[in-house]
């Protein structure tokens, strides 16, 4: 079964990792740096147990751009995230044996190294794949 | 010296065998099947059983047993469909010695293939990377890349490649150095992924430009191509720091920089460039030399870059080409005469949102003493890549000026 593991962040987050100080302090070079090579064993150990489908990291809110529609024609428009509203900042897909261990996976990620007051928010959300039509009628 | 290990040894031989398999028999698609499962069988068999005298005459017969197979089902299948097929072999030639490496390169940049599908062939088929590999250093998932090469392999048999080097074999060269260049880049640009891999992507391009040059010996753009990687390759020890941030020229601790690549590549390069004629890649080598012969940055030759790079420019209509041009110019000349040129190429669309763009804006700012708009111009700059290592650069630069110019 495939599991998606979804975490979140608002432009606030990112700014504070690029560097920015945001009323919340920046990241320092070390904070940045040990959060990047947490990530990378986080995600080589589950290539390694062959567990991995998918990983991707997004890009900051601010470089959203929303497409709707007003009047039966499409418009774009520009991210409408106000700074501090949390949005998808990433995702992994993993393929193993049931919820629970999909669950035991994103719990590693509470352990992922940040300033205090960005872990003290932190969270993440699992969902299951549905893999086809007859998953989603049930 | 000492025995290669069977990892190198094997990617060495896949295109020998490859090639030696298609111009004996065609069906280049079916072959490189057939190759990849010869392979296979040499990493599960030889560890335990030991290697044999002659590896590529084993795998050429191993491979060749599996051709006569594969073809022999696809026979069945197409006699079953009721159509006529005589088993279709090209004369048998005895298997020369000849390494048809090159032939095989120049069938993978067949120009009816996207650059992605050129890149993935390659990296297959003269790479001997496994489709797991190529797929892992490119980002995408397994199930895409293989898709991406069958669908590759079945083009190149639709356009009706032969086994020969092209008519058009000047122009395919070009596409092959191209095709060369991208995967060194990939692996040297780039800051995302699992970092190992990427390593692991620039030795490849530098391995294929080396086998380019070793099959090309007095094409000057190829020789231009192997330098401008190693001349580039030498600078990466000192590129990051210690947590993967990026680290620029002119503060790069050069006495990391890896001296044998330089030394290989200057005199790679200066041996080329008075052969003739001068090509783009034979420029960027000769800049980048410059670059890694100088002790420091203060001391690089500037003029001589922007003068090189003005060569490059008639050359190219390339809008990164033109604003390293800048940066020279204001190196060489004063950050006003570089501002002013900027001036002149920042309506270019292809570069009007390009961090870059504002990143040389705000050094020629910064250089002309203009601290407040500088700082704008990092900051304008690091909302506009999505790259946080760049950002976390350019937020930095913004906040230093802040610094140093409060009272």
Same mark, same amino acid.
């Given at each position: 079964?495939?599991?998606?593991?979804?975490?979140?962040?608002?432009?606030?987050?990112? /700014? =504070?990792? !690029?560097?920015?100080?945001? @009323?919340?302090? #920046?990241? $320092?070079? %070390?904070?940045? &740096?040990?959060?990047?090579?947490?990530?990378?064993?986080?995600?080589?150990?589950?290539?390694?147990?062959?567990?991995?489908?998918?990983?991707?990291?997004?890009?900051?809110?601010?470089?959203?751009?929303?497409?709707?529609?007003? /009047? =039966?024609? !499409?418009?774009?428009?520009? @991210?409408?995230? #106000?700074? $501090?509203? %949390?949005?998808? &900042?990433?995702?992994?897909?993993?393929?193993?044996?049931?919820?629970?261990?999909?669950?035991?996976?994103?719990?590693?990620?509470?352990?992922?190294?940040?300033?205090?007051?960005?872990?003290?928010?932190?969270?993440?959300?699992?969902?299951?794949? !549905?893999?086809?039509?007859?998953?989603?009628?049930? | 010296?000492?025995?290669?290990?069977?990892?190198?040894?094997?990617?060495?031989?896949?295109?020998?065998?490859?090639?030696?398999?298609?111009?004996?028999?065609?069906?280049?698609?079916?072959?490189?099947?057939?190759?990849?499962?010869?392979?296979?069988?040499?990493?599960?068999?030889?560890?335990?059983?030991?290697?044999?005298?002659?590896?590529?005459?084993?795998?050429?017969?191993?491979?060749?047993?599996?051709?006569?197979?594969?073809?022999?089902?696809?026979?069945?299948?197409?006699?079953?469909?009721?159509?006529?097929?005589?088993?279709?072999?090209?004369?048998?030639?005895?298997?020369?010695?000849?390494?048809?490496?090159?032939?095989?390169?120049?069938?993978?940049?067949?120009?009816?293939?996207?650059?992605?599908?050129?890149?993935?062939?390659?990296?297959?088929?003269?790479?001997?990377?496994?489709?797991?590999?190529?797929?892992?250093?490119?980002?995408?998932?397994?199930?895409?890349?293989?898709?991406?090469?069958?669908?590759?392999?079945?083009?190149?048999?639709?356009?009706?490649?032969?086994?020969?080097?092209?008519?058009?074999?000047?122009?395919?060269?070009?596409?092959?150095?191209?095709?060369?260049?991208?995967?060194?880049?990939?692996?040297?640009?780039?800051?995302?992924?699992?970092?190992?891999?990427?390593?692991?992507?620039?030795?490849?391009?530098?391995?294929?430009?080396?086998?380019?040059?070793?099959?090309?010996?007095?094409?000057?753009?190829?020789?231009?191509?192997?330098?401008?990687?190693?001349?580039?390759?030498?600078?990466?020890?000192?590129?990051?720091?210690?947590?993967?941030?990026?680290?620029?020229?002119?503060?790069?601790?050069?006495?990391?920089?890896?001296?044998?690549?330089?030394?290989?590549?200057?005199?790679?390069?200066?041996?080329?460039?008075?052969?003739?004629?001068?090509?783009?890649?034979?420029?960027?080598?000769?800049?980048?030399?410059?670059?890694?012969?100088?002790?420091?940055?203060?001391?690089?030759?500037?003029?001589?870059?922007?003068?090189?790079?003005?060569?490059?420019?008639?050359?190219?209509?390339?809008?990164?080409?033109?604003?390293?041009?800048?940066?020279?110019?204001?190196?060489?000349?004063?950050?006003?005469?570089?501002?002013?040129?900027?001036?002149?190429?920042?309506?270019?669309?292809?570069?009007?949102?390009?961090?870059?763009?504002?990143?040389?804006?705000?050094?020629?700012?910064?250089?002309?003493?203009?601290?407040?708009?500088?700082?704008?111009?990092?900051?304008?700059?690091?909302?506009?890549?999505?790259?946080?290592?760049?950002?976390?650069?350019?937020?930095?630069?913004?906040?230093?000026?802040?610094?140093?110019?409060?009272?």
């Amino acid at each position: 079964m495939k599991y998606m593991i979804l975490t979140y962040a608002s432009q606030q987050d990112y /700014d =504070g990792m !690029a560097g920015k100080d945001t @009323g919340k302090p #920046a990241w $320092t070079g %070390e904070d940045f &740096a040990a959060m990047g090579a947490f990530m990378q064993k986080f995600n080589d150990d589950l290539a390694e147990s062959g567990e991995l489908v998918e990983t991707r990291a997004l890009a900051a809110p601010v470089l959203t751009r929303r497409l709707g529609s007003k /009047d =039966g024609a !499409a418009v774009v428009t520009d @991210g409408p995230y #106000a700074e $501090t509203q %949390e949005v998808l &900042a990433g995702y992994w897909i993993v393929e193993c044996d049931s919820f629970d261990r999909a669950t035991e996976i994103a719990a590693r990620l509470a352990d992922t190294p940040a300033p205090e007051f960005v872990r003290a928010t932190a969270y993440a959300d699992i969902r299951p794949l !549905a893999e086809g039509q007859e998953d989603l009628v049930g | 010296m000492s025995e290669p290990t069977l990892e190198d040894l094997l990617r060495e031989l896949a295109p020998q065998v490859l090639g030696a398999l298609v111009r004996r028999y065609g069906h280049f698609d079916t072959a490189e099947d057939a190759v990849q499962e010869a392979l296979l069988a040499a990493t599960r068999q030889w560890p335990s059983q030991g290697r044999p005298d002659d590896p590529r005459a084993w795998l050429i017969t191993v491979a060749s047993r599996r051709l006569t197979d594969l073809l022999r089902s696809e026979q069945a299948r197409q006699r079953r469909e009721d159509k006529v097929s005589r088993w279709p072999l090209v004369p048998t030639e005895p298997v020369g010695d000849s390494d048809d490496t090159l032939v095989l390169l120049f069938m993978c940049c067949h120009p009816a293939l996207s650059a992605a599908s050129q890149i993935a062939l390659t990296l297959r088929a003269v790479g001997g990377l496994t489709t797991a590999e190529i797929s892992r250093a490119f980002l995408v998932p397994e199930a895409t890349m293989t898709r991406r090469i069958s669908r590759a392999k079945q083009s190149v048999k639709a356009a009706g490649a032969r086994f020969s080097l092209p008519p058009d074999q000047a122009e395919r060269l070009e596409a092959v150095l191209k095709v060369s260049y991208l995967i060194f880049n990939e692996g040297y640009a780039s800051t995302t992924g699992p970092s190992l891999q990427r390593v692991e992507l620039a030795s490849e391009g530098i391995r294929l430009a080396r086998m380019l040059h070793r099959l090309l010996p007095d094409d000057s753009e190829v020789a231009g191509l192997l330098a401008l990687m190693l001349l580039t390759d030498a600078r990466r020890p000192a590129r990051t720091g210690p947590g993967g941030e990026l680290i620029p020229m002119a503060e790069q601790d050069r006495g990391s920089w890896i001296t044998a690549e330089i030394a290989e590549g200057v005199e790679l390069i200066t041996k080329a460039l008075p052969q003739g004629p001068v090509g783009p890649y034979q420029l960027q080598a000769a800049i980048a030399a410059v670059h890694d012969e100088a002790p420091s940055a203060e001391e690089t030759d500037w003029p001589q870059i922007k003068a090189l790079y003005e060569v490059l420019l008639q050359l190219t209509d390339n809008p990164m080409v033109a604003l390293n041009h800048v940066v020279a110019v204001a190196m060489a000349c004063g950050p006003a005469e570089g501002l002013q040129l900027l001036g002149r190429i920042e309506g270019d669309e292809r570069i009007v949102a390009d961090h870059r763009l504002f990143a040389v804006r705000a050094h020629l700012l910064e250089m002309s003493g203009d601290r407040i708009a500088a700082r704008a111009a990092y900051v304008e700059a690091a909302t506009r890549t999505t790259s946080l290592q760049q950002q976390r650069y350019l937020n930095a630069k913004a906040a230093t000026i802040a610094q140093t110019s409060s009272p």
